[in-house]
Nanobody, 118 residues
Framework: QVHLVESGGELVQAGGSLRLSCAASGRTFSSLNQGWFRQAPGKEREFVAGITWIGGSTYAESMKGRFTISRDNAKNTVYLQMSSLKPEDTAVYIC????????????WGQGTRVTVSS
């Protein structure tokens, strides 16, 4: 089992920056692929960014150049650095993890809320 706890969400003005953190426990963090998703009010959950256990990263097209995912295996933590935030980035941001051998994220956190004001 993997337990994921997100933090860092808050109210921020448009154009601002924010860093989210996701602390993992319960399994060898360094062997897992990690991802960030988000769910805006009234919308389906969407993929934001992912990072493999060896550090390769992928991003949703609308986040490229504004968001950066990273991981610190010594701290069992994955980060999402967000910049040039827009009101449409307002959502609950959710951390997820999966074994590299599977394609579906099977461990999920509870989420942290980000609100971007215009």
């Amino acid at each position: 089992q993997v337990h994921l706890v997100e933090s860092g969400g808050e109210l921020v003005q448009a154009g601002g920056s924010l860093r989210l953190s996701c602390a993992a426990s319960g399994r060898t963090f360094s062997s897992l692929n990690q991802g960030w998703f988000r769910q805006a009010p009234g919308k389906e959950r969407e993929f934001v960014a992912g990072i493999t256990w060896i550090g390769g990263s992928t991003y949703a097209e609308s986040m490229k150049g504004r968001f950066t995912i990273s991981r610190d295996n010594a701290k069992n933590t994955v980060y999402l650095q967000m910049s040039s935030l827009k009101p449409e980035d307002t959502a609950v941001y959710i951390c997820a993890a999966r074994e590299p051998s599977v394609t579906t994220y099977n461990y999920w956190g509870q989420g942290t809320r980000v609100t971007v004001s215009s």
